[in-house]
Structures are given as structure tokens and as C-alpha cells.
């Protein structure tokens, strides 16, 4: 995994921290992910990604992610529920996908390219729970049309049926059946027309029309909407819409324009509702040592026009608002990050995900922590080697108050799990918390998760 901000000069970590005081976006931060698929359900977000690897010079991607949030700002990292392990008959390019709930079951569709230079296919795990563990529901492809079988797309209408797009440089769509693994229909080739994608102004003679790859589906008062990236290269994000969920499609017009940001020339959209709020996720190269191959998914919040249009949707390093307040008097998982500086995450058969790689300076913001003003004690769950480090509580900012300093004692090994706990000034609203790891050289400590309480 990357070290954000590790191994640089003073003076280009004076310009990004300054710059991270108000970054939000990309909202991910301890690794590149890529290819968003957001999914709502009961009330939490899902957020479904790729991960690219660590200066990567190609779309070199073996596992998917998952993370979690219930106010838009603070994503709990749930590792990585899916893997090219988890598919037998798949080699590498671990790319697009999406996962998608119904009758008590989650599916994941998600590409890969096949052993023995069979091509790319699209295959469909099934888990009981959204953040896995995910297995294949086939123990082969689902869908292996011949050519362009990447970036899937799954969609339910209100009658219960439901789709299946995808396609490069080929849009194709599928009927799914009840089960979701299997279809009794023919693969449909979409007409890619001027009239339903818009004309390519580069490589005009290599592609029929503007669309690219990437297509999200979904319907908003019973008009369907078709996003995807278009372009060619270096991609930006349209739409087209219809009136059945098989076309025909009508260009509607650019939603984001090309992204320069780290020299990103994909993209990816998906857009969900979310507590009376419409977000567009996407993907940019703003991190460091960001680029075409090392990628970040970023969201912002947009509204639609009276007339049902989508307007230009112009990306921000801002982000979004909360939509609601984060409660620390029960566990707060220490991998519950909007923005973090130099950690990263692990996990092990005890502690699950936990936050590690810590080194003297790093630190982790929590956005909109409501306290109430009885709290007057910090708990964390630590693992620590040799002792002699300390979590600093401040609200606000870097240079905000200092409200506590937990002491981190050993606990006789980094795997060796130990509540810890010190008094901190009593608080009273909404507060961004800067957790801010201090101590000697090296690896200070692991850390599992924190909360407020009253003694």
C-alpha cells in the first residue's frame, strides 16, 4: 500500500497539509481506488471500488473494495471482501464493477480477464452481507460475449426485471433472470448512434459515437438515465436517456468535463440518492503519486435541473456536507476516516480492520463528531510493541484546542490488543477531531477504535 505524504520534502508537506485542511475529496486516502459503485442500503452508503496498485504503469488491479458511511464524510474501510482468488478461472484485471442487493442476497459483477487468453468475462459473486465474503456464484463467467465484456452496470426496474450493461467499445445489455446469476435472453448489441451517443471527434474512424466505456444505469421519475465516460481518451463523463430501460437512447450533454488532476485521462461515474441528496462519485489522479494508473474516487452533491437534466457538475477538492452528525460515545472504528495523513489499514482474525503503519506526525480527521458536554474520557483500542507514544485529541483543526492526550502504554506486541484510556476537556456541539499520533523513530503502534464516555 502507498504512504501518503511519507518520504517527502518539508516544503511540499507544508503545501499539502495546508492544502488538506479542507480536502475531502478524493474521500479515500490510505490507498488508489478507482471505478466507484455506490449502493444505498436501509441507511448506510456502500461504496463498492477498484485498487490500483502501488505505482502501477497499467490498470494493474487484483482485489475490490468495500467502505461505508452514513453521513457522507466519514468512510469506514471494510478491506477487501473480493479478489482474482475468489474467481478460479480468472488471471488478472481485477476492473469495473458493481454490486447490487435483492432477496436477502448481494451480487457483484464484476470483470476479469480469464486464464489461458480466454479474454475478459464478467463474473457474479454472492455474499449474505454486504461486506462479504463475497464467493463465486458460478465457478465461471456469467457473460463471455466475445469482445468488450468489462465495466458491468446492474440495474432493477420497478417490475422486478432486471438489466445488465456493459462494454467496451461495445454497449451490450442482457436480461438477468429472477436468480440474478443466469439469463434465458439473447445479448443485445445497443445501436450506438448519433442520435442516442453523440458523434467521436477523436479517432472518429476507430469508434462509431462519443461512448467510451463505464455505463451506470439507473431511473429517476420513470425516465432512464445512461451515464458514462466518452470522449476518447482523456475521458469525460455524459449522459443519454430513455423512456424504456432498453432504449432507444437520446444524448442528452456533458455532466463533468475532462479531469487533468494527476493526469487521470479515465473516469467513472455513479450516482445514488441519499437522504433527500443526489451524489455523483467519480475518479480523479489528485493524490500523491496520482495518475492514469493510481487513481482516487471522489464525490460530489448535485441537483437536477426542473426539467429533469443533468447540470455540469463542476469537481471539487471540498467535497460534500455531512448529512448527519457522527456519534463517539459508541465504538468508533479507528479505519471511520474523512481524512487521514500517513496511516494505513490492515486487518487480522481479532481486531478485524485496524489502523496501522503510524508514524510520529500522522494523523486521522473525523468529521462532525457531535459531543455532548458529560463526556470527559477518551478510550482507544491499542497494540503496542514498546509504549512511549500518545494519541492527541484536538477539535477543529491541526491548531485547534487540545481537548486530551491518551497515553500509549505497551501492550507487549503490535497484534496484542489493550483498552487505554485518559480524561479529556469536556466538549459541547459539532466538532471536526483531529486524532494526532505523537511519538519516537518508527512504527509507533496499531489502533483498532476509540470512543467518548463519562466516569
Not at 57 to 74: I, Q
Request: glycine share 10%; hydrophobic share 35%; with cysteine.
Amino acid at each position: 500500500m502507498r504512504k501518503l505524504l511519507k518520504n517527502i520534502t518539508a516544503s511540499f508537506f507544508v503545501l499539502i497539509s495546508a492544502f488538506s485542511i479542507k480536502a475531502q475529496n478524493p474521500i479515500i486516502q490510505t490507498i488508489y481506488t478507482a471505478d466507484p459503485a455506490p449502493m444505498v442500503y436501509k441507511d448506510t452508503v456502500w461504496l463498492y471500488t477498484g485498487h490500483d496498485e502501488d505505482r502501477s504503469t497499467w490498470f494493474t488491479m487484483k482485489d475490490w473494495r468495500c467502505y461505508s458511511s452514513t453521513d457522507m464524510v466519514n468512510w469506514t474501510d471494510h478491506g477487501s471482501p473480493l479478489s482474482l482468488k475468489t474467481f478460479k478461472w480468472a488471471q488478472k484485471d481485477a476492473w469495473a464493477g458493481q454490486c447490487i442487493y435483492r432477496n436477502g442476497k448481494f451480487y457483484w459483477y464484476v470483470p476479469m480477464n480469464q486464464e489461458n487468453g480466454k479474454g475478459m468475462a464478467i463474473g457474479v459473486a454472492v455474499s449474505d452481507r454486504p461486506t462479504g465474503p463475497f464467493v463465486d456464484a458460478l465457478g465461471k463467467p456469467l457473460v463471455h460475449s466475445g469482445n468488450g465484456d468489462i465495466d458491468p452496470t446492474v440495474f432493477i426496474d420497478d417490475d422486478g426485471q432486471a438489466y445488465l450493461y456493459w462494454g467496451n467499445p461495445y454497449l451490450k445489455y442482457v436480461k438477468l433472470n429472477e436468480d440474478m446469476i443466469s439469463y434465458s435472453s439473447d445479448i443485445v448489441n445497443v445501436p450506438l448512434t448519433k442520435e442516442g451517443f453523440n458523434v467521436r471527434y477523436k479517432d472518429a474512424d476507430k469508434r462509431p459515437s462519443s461512448y467510451e466505456e463505464g455505463p451506470w444505469l439507473y431511473k429517476r421519475k420513470g425516465l432512464y438515465y445512461l451515464l458514462y465516460p466518452t470522449g476518447g481518451v482523456p475521458e469525460h463523463l455524459a449522459y443519454s436517456t430513455s423512456t424504456s430501460p432498453t432504449g432507444p437512447w437520446k444524448y442528452r450533454d456533458t455532466i463533468m468535463s475532462v479531469i487533468q488532476k494527476g493526469g487521470a485521462f479515465t473516469n467513472h461515474p455513479g450516482v445514488i440518492v441519499y437522504k433527500g441528496k443526489t451524489y455523483l462519485f467519480n475518479h480523479n489522479g489528485a493524490l500523491p503519486g496520482g495518475g492514469g494508473f493510481t487513481r482516487s474516487v471522489c464525490v460530489d452533491e448535485f441537483q437536477y435541473n426542473p426539467d429533469g437534466t443533468i447540470p455540469r457538475i463542476t469537481p471539487t477538492v471540498e467535497g460534500v456536507s455531512s448529512v448527519s452528525q457522527l456519534n463517539p460515545y459508541k465504538r468508533v472504528e479507528a479505519e471511520t476516516i474523512a481524512w487521514e495523513v500517513g496511516v494505513e489499514t490492515a486487518s487480522d482474525s481479532i481486531a478485524g480492520m485496524y489502523v496501522t503503519d503510524i508514524d510520529n506526525g500522522d494523523y486521522i480527521k473525523v468529521r462532525d463528531v457531535h459531543f455532548r458536554d458529560k463526556a470527559n474520557w477518551f478510550e482507544a483500542n491499542v497494540a503496542s510493541l514498546s509504549g512511549g507514544a500518545s494519541i492527541e485529541i484536538l477539535i477543529d483543526s491541526l491548531n485547534g484546542e487540545l481537548i486530551g492526550a491518551c497515553n500509549v502504554q505497551s501492550t507487549g506486541g503490535m497484534l496484542n490488543w489493550t483498552k487505554q484510556s485518559c480524561k479529556v476537556k469536556k466538549v459541547k456541539g459539532g466538532h471536526d477531531v483531529y486524532l494526532v499520533f505523537k511519538g519516537g523513530e518508527g512504527k509507533l503502534f496499531n489502533f483498532d477504535w476509540w470512543k467518548l464516555d463519562s466516569k
